[in-house]
């Protein structure tokens, strides 16, 4: 990549990167989807808008995020009544 990495860059943009989506996304694409940058960073997108925004995280930022969701910190935004 011969240009800057910024937050909300289209994902198109991010050249040569491989995504990855959990083998639990459903049929209907409602995943995200994650590529590690050359230089580290972490970029995510929505898997049903690939041509879309992509966000991009520090690896101490998604080390983070993978814990809090591996300890169950989020569990309550995907509950009923969550």
């Given at each position: 990549?011969?240009?800057?990495?910024?937050?909300?860059?289209?994902?198109?943009?991010?050249?040569?990167?491989?995504?990855?989506?959990?083998?639990?996304?459903?049929?209907?694409?409602?995943?995200?989807?994650?590529?590690?940058?050359?230089?580290?960073?972490?970029?995510?997108?929505?898997?049903?808008?690939?041509?879309?925004?992509?966000?991009?995280?520090?690896?101490?930022?998604?080390?983070?995020?993978l814990a809090g969701v591996k300890d169950g910190?989020?569990?309550?935004?995907?509950?009923?009544?969550?």
């Amino acid at each position: 990549m011969d240009h800057d990495v910024y937050n909300g860059m289209a994902a198109t943009d991010l050249y040569g990167v491989n995504w990855q989506k959990s083998r639990h996304s459903n049929s209907q694409g409602s995943c995200v989807e994650f590529a590690r940058l050359p230089g580290g960073e972490v970029a995510v997108r929505n898997s049903r808008f690939p041509d879309g925004p992509a966000l991009v995280y520090t690896r101490a930022e998604i080390e983070a995020m993978l814990a809090g969701v591996k300890d169950g910190e989020f569990d309550h935004l995907v509950r009923n009544g969550g």
